[in-house]
């Protein structure tokens, strides 16, 4: 089967996007063929700063790299290195009508969230998205909760394409976790964990033992003192104990009894040691990666190459189909 999936180089990569995307595809490479990209293009389209960027984009880099990406295995590339992304993205606007992006859950967000700055790149966001998977002829994409409508609509627009011209693209499926498919923020776990978010509310997979520890320790419980897991009554203490169970791998019910009789702070004391070991790597890997500028570029390079040679073939074909050449 072929992969297809990304991330935005924004601020910090938090530990939701580890447990709701990354952590799946390091075991999805074992046995498929993966494109993982870093969407520069798509992190554009919210306010952001030039001369940070291409330290952003380093900066996703070394966490699929620390986080177990093996890029002789998977293809590692920035979506701007390779052109057709932005041309299929165009053709496929075309054939998106602007009501089914009017209706996106994302779109609706970031405008409110940045009013002065919604822009037509944020529109077509999900189109350009939709062209990531295509092009590549990807069956399958391994995202968190919050993408499974845009997935959704890249299967409408994948449909669409082969009614009005040929049969070119297989519809995409999301894969999204069982269990981490929707972190919740430390400051409000009603709402999800998100880049944008005050420090606080997010733990960064660079953050050293110190911030972690606080972060959890002050982030927000409920009434009672039961460690029990109940997303409607306990949600603070439910989005801790999935992280405590993913980073463990025990089931909950198991969490839950070893902390029968003991307080949230032991609970949290516990869950942050946990949480500084398995970041530990991260850490230990981005400094000795910020040292080996050479070889990281190099990883980029090969990628791009690697990228292009699939994504050239299908535009050509699709080019064809639609009367361009
Ligand atoms: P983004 O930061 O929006 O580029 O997201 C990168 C990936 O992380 C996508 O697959 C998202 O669905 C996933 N993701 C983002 N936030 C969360 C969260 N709070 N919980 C689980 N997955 C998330
Ligand atoms: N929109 C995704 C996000 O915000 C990132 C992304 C861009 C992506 N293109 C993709 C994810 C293609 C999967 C496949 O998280």
């Known amino acids: 089967m072929r992969i297809f999936s990304g991330i935005r180089p924004t601020n910090e990569i938090h530990i939701g996007n580890y447990l709701g995307a990354i952590k799946q595809w390091i075991e999805l490479q074992e046995k498929n063929e993966c494109v993982f990209s870093i969407v520069d293009l798509h992190a554009i389209t919210t306010p952001y700063n030039p001369k940070q960027l291409q330290k952003d984009i380093l900066n996703v880099l070394i966490i699929y790299l620390a986080a177990g990406i093996d890029a002789d295995k998977s293809i590692i590339f920035v979506q701007s290195q390779v052109k057709e992304h932005a041309e299929l993205a165009w053709l496929l606007s075309t054939i998106t009508p602007m009501g089914e992006l009017n209706r996106m859950t994302q779109f609706k967000e970031k405008s409110k969230e940045h009013k002065d700055y919604v822009n037509s790149g944020l529109f077509n966001y999900p189109v350009l998205m939709a062209a990531d998977i295509l092009l590549y002829k990807a069956e399958a994409v391994p995202v968190g909760k919050d993408q499974e409508q845009h997935v959704e609509l890249a299967r409408t627009i994948a449909r669409r394409f082969n009614q009005k011209f040929q049969k070119t693209f297989s519809e995409p499926k999301a894969l999204i976790p069982k269990e981490g498919a929707k972190i919740m923020s430390l400051v409000n776990p009603k709402k999800k964990m998100s880049k944008s978010d005050e420090p606080k509310s997010y733990i960064s997979l660079f953050d050293n033992p ?71 790597p991260f850490r230990r890997k981005q400094k000795e990666l910020l040292t080996r500028e050479v070889y990281v570029q190099e990883i980029l390079r090969q990628g791009q190459i690697r990228a292009q040679s699939i994504a050239q073939e299908i535009m050509q074909d699709v080019r064809g189909k639609m009367g361009l050449s």
């Open 210 to 280: 110190e911030q972690i520890q606080k972060k959890i320790i002050s982030a927000k419980t409920d009434s009672g003192k039961d460690i029990r897991y109940n997303i409607t009554k306990k949600p603070g203490i439910s989005n801790l104990l999935t992280i405590y169970s993913l980073l463990t791998k025990k089931p909950i019910p198991e969490i839950e009894n070893q902390f029968k009789k003991k307080s949230y702070s032991e609970f949290k004391k516990s869950l942050s040691k946990i949480t500084v070991d398995y970041l530990e």
